[in-house]
């Protein structure tokens, strides 16, 4: 089983808690989103540190009941 949009959107929330976040599901299995995530936070840093604070998120859930979450991060406008 794998993890719900409405509980990604939770952690996510949790660890920024200013975001903006859009989940999308993919393959319509729960096993495969794609997320949309806008915070203050990112701004100045890279893509990599961005994707790494989300994942930060999940901790050992990523990849395991978190199979895969597509990225897109960005700072507001």
Known sequence: ????????EK????????AIVEIRDLAG????????VTSEAFRGKTRVQQHQMVNAAFGADM???????????????
């Open 1 to 8: 089983m794998g993890m719900a949009a409405n509980e990604i």
């Open 11 to 18: 952690r996510i929330l949790k660890a920024l808690p200013d």
């Open 63 to 77: 990849g395991t009941v978190l199979h895969s979450l597509a990225l897109q991060t960005k700072a507001p406008d």
């Open 29 to 36: 299995d729960g096993d495969h989103y794609a997320a949309t």
